[in-house]
């Protein structure tokens, strides 16, 4: 099949277009020059494979948690190419992407976004079975939720600092990762594949990403109309 996949859900944001079984990836980490970039950089790959939009046969992006400004980018832009060319987009959950190559180990996988200091974006799956909805926690909290006997593998954009941090505050748990963690798009179109054999519904124009907390923004308003 042939699809085009954004990873938006952390700044570093990497798109990936697949032709059957050819691949061309760009990953751009530049700030905030990225929202000047992405339709340039999906232009790019897309001429890579000499593919045009009314070739593919959908596309899939990270549907959060995560970045604000990556999920804003990356879904708008392919919602703004499926409409025109009415293609099928699919939303993946960021940390299902980030948990779905370890799907088949015999182990806890905790799979984690950077959120703010001690906080992470997280889920947890065993054999991958989700086995927790997506939670925005400190450090804490999860280690609370995670079974001190049990051994833990770590994956996800903030695998490395939740280990080591993590490592830090409870020694008697054991934590495995693997750094630096691998962008999701391959994930993504197996993902979305699976969901197209399984008749799995696309996202509809009024889905937006997942957010699992508030932003900066609505929290500052918050406080304002508190005041008030």
């Known amino acids: 099949m042939n699809a085009l996949a954004i990873d938006c859900s952390v700044s570093k944001i990497t798109i990936a277009a697949k032709k059957e079984n050819q691949m061309v990836k760009l990953t751009l980490d530049i700030g905030s020059r990225q929202s000047e970039k992405l339709l340039p950089a999906i232009d790019y790959v897309m001429k890579e494979l000499e593919l045009s939009p009314s070739q593919l046969n959908y596309t ?23 409409l025109s060319h009415n293609i ?6 960021s940390l299902d992407a980030y948990a779905y190559p370890y799907r088949n180990l015999h182990t806890t996988v905790l799979s984690v976004i950077e959120a703010k200091e001690d906080e992470f974006f997280f889920s947890l799956y065993n054999k991958g079975e989700k086995l927790t909805a997506e939670a925005d926690e400190l450090i804490e909290n999860i280690l609370k939720k995670i079974d001190v006997e049990g051994e833990v593998f770590v994956c996800g954009s903030g695998a490395k600092t939740f280990a080591e941090r993590a490592s830090e505050l409870s020694p008697l748990h054991k934590f495995n990762f693997i750094w630096p963690e691998n962008d999701t798009t391959e994930s993504l179109f197996l993902i979305a594949e699976e969901q197209i054999r399984n008749n799995v519904p696309p996202l509809q124009d009024y889905d937006g990403p997942l957010y699992v907390r508030k932003s900066e923004a609505e929290i500052v308003l918050e406080k304002s109309k508190s005041k008030e």
């Open 60 to 82: 899939t992006c990270t549907l959060g948690p995560g970045s604000f400004t990556g999920l804003r980018l990356g879904s708008s832009a392919l919602k703004a190419l499926t």
């Open 88 to 93: 099928d987009l699919y939303g993946i959950p």
